[in-house]
């Protein structure tokens, strides 16, 4: 190897080596606390069995409740709910701050508050997304995924032994710890690359979400989505069955999933639908709805959007394992544990090769 090439190989291996190692620690916490988010929705639901375990009204009903809770001093923290369904039927408000709390979707009554500094899976979600610290930490969480996805196609290069003993080199050794680090370290990183890729790939474009759907609707020539119109403020109350019957009656084969309320100066309600065929749980299409008259005076359809679009809508799902079935999702929980044990295997090859030349000096 001539000398330019070997400085340029060992560069890599210094800069693998000690991105492995300080911005590699984030990585592996981040995936690990995805692992666990994957399940999320099973452990709150056997968390409160009191909240899973009620019938589901009709939509008249849940609109008189949500008339309810918005009159009430906890509803009036909600910048948005979603709807109940079979898993969940109850009201479910999504507070600025993080927080949670869920209405009973007969009465309107308040059954549950969840802290996001108090709950161990809305912390555990505030670090996956944002590291604790808002869009400073989803900025900073987006340079360690991108530094992820370098380590892990720079470990494959510094790997590749040739086409013909490929195979061979990933044979795993026990003996001496050198070795046996190294090859482990290795075998992972080769075998898993491919769900490592996509899954640490997919959770890049989420912190890049904007520029990444925007960046891919100018690839394919797709115009950026319309934005809902605004409708004059009312001062009168939402009679919200009327609003939540015209939305099932707009589009009766698609399923309500969320509710986001009037920005300020506005009356139009913006409703996600989940269309038939959408990956997303909560759907990407939606309906404008003039809170004033409680008709539908807009929306937009997912399902014929372009391939830009419809690949900017796949990802968190592929990512959140929302489609798949238990076989994906088991997949992905078990890509999540990888990037700590490459940690790991890393830091212990590098201790033992360490200490070998350290004894080899003293000889």
Not at 12 to 36: D, E, P
Not at 132 to 158: H, I, K, N, P, Y
Request: proline share 7%; charged share 15%; net charge positive.
């Amino acid at each position: 190897m001539s000398p330019r090439p070997r400085r340029v190989r060992t560069a890599l291996k210094t800069l693998h080596l000690w991105l492995g190692l300080s911005l590699g620690i984030l990585l592996a916490l981040v995936a690990l606390t995805g692992s666990v988010l994957l399940w999320e929705a099973p452990l709150f639901r056997a968390a409160h069995p009191e909240l899973a375990d009620r019938p589901l009204p009709d939509l008249a009903t849940q609109g008189r409740a949500l008339h309810e809770i918005l009159a009430s001093a906890e509803g009036g923290k909600a910048r948005g709910f979603s709807f109940p369904d079979a898993d969940l039927p109850v009201w479910e408000a999504l507070e600025r701050g993080g927080d949670r709390s869920y209405f009973d979707a007969q009465t309107g009554r308040l059954l549950a508050h969840r802290s996001k500094s108090g709950d161990v899976l809305l912390t555990l979600l505030d670090w996956h997304t944002h590291l604790l610290s808002g869009a400073v930490g989803e900025t900073v969480l987006g340079v360690v995924a991108c530094a992820g996805l370098f380590m892990l196609l720079s470990g494959v290069w510094l790997y590749w032994p040739g086409r013909q003993r490929a195979l061979k080199h990933l044979r795993p050794h026990t003996n001496p710890p050198v070795l046996r680090w190294a090859s482990l370290h290795r075998f992972i990183g080769v075998v898993a690359l491919p769900l490592l890729v996509v899954m640490i790939g997919t959770g890049t474009t989420m912190a890049y979400r904007g520029a990444v759907r925007s960046g891919l609707a100018a690839a394919f020539g797709e115009a950026p989505p319309a934005r809902p119109p605004k409708t004059p403020a009312t001062q009168a109350a939402i009679d919200w069955p009327a609003v939540l019957l015209a939305a099932h009656a707009a589009v009766p084969d698609a399923e309500l999933t969320r509710l986001t309320l009037p920005a300020k100066g506005s009356g139009t309600l913006v409703l996600r639908i989940r269309r038939p065929g959408e990956w997303n749980l909560a759907g990407r299409s939606s309906l404008w709805i003039d809170s004033a008259t409680a008709t539908v005076i807009g929306g937009d359809d997912a399902t014929k959007l372009g391939p830009g679009g419809r690949l900017a809508n796949a990802l968190f799902p592929i990512h959140s394992a929302a489609v798949g079935g238990l076989a994906w999702r088991i997949a992905a929980c078990l890509t999540g544990v990888l990037p700590a044990f490459l940690l790991v295997t890393g830091f212990l090859f590098w201790r033992a090769r360490t200490r070998r030349r350290s004894s080899t000096a003293m000889q």
